[in-house]
């Protein structure tokens, strides 16, 4: 059973930084993307940093140029590098990886969710 596990949140002041880890495991065969989207109450779940098994990225606009995605592809591992952090970014992010089944079919995890407070 595949499991994404997340560290790295917690509480920080505006202007300072944070790096969220996820690490996929328990068979893991085909990745076709990792990233992270983040969630407040009472809002949907938004896309936050994505990147595909090119190497390619996506980023939301409100994060573009403070934010950055990576991944480790040996550890079956993504990150979030988050700087210049505002309190409208205060959240709880959850990793996102995309599996290809042997079938050829795509499959979400989603791991338990980290949350990030930043103050003002």
């Given at each position: ?16 930084s944070?790096?969220l ?18 969630q ?5 779940r938004e896309?936050?940093?994505?990147v ?34 505002k309190?409208?970014d205060t ?11 042997p ?9 338990q969710?980290?949350r990030?407070?930043?103050s003002s």
């Amino acid at each position: 059973q595949v499991q994404l596990v997340e560290s790295g949140g917690g509480l920080v002041q505006a202007g300072g930084s944070l790096k969220l880890s996820c690490q996929a495991s328990g068979g893991v065969v085909s990745i076709k993307s990792m990233g992270w989207y983040r969630q407040t109450p009472n809002e949907q779940r938004e896309l936050v940093a994505v990147v595909g098994r090119g190497g390619a990225t996506n980023y939301t606009d409100s994060v573009k140029g403070r934010f950055t995605v990576s991944r480790d592809y040996g550890k079956n591992t993504v990150y979030l590098q988050m700087n210049d952090l505002k309190p409208e970014d205060t959240a709880v992010y959850y990793c996102n990886s995309v599996m290809w089944t042997p079938t050829g079919r795509t499959i979400d995890y989603w791991g338990q969710g980290t949350r990030v407070s930043v103050s003002s």
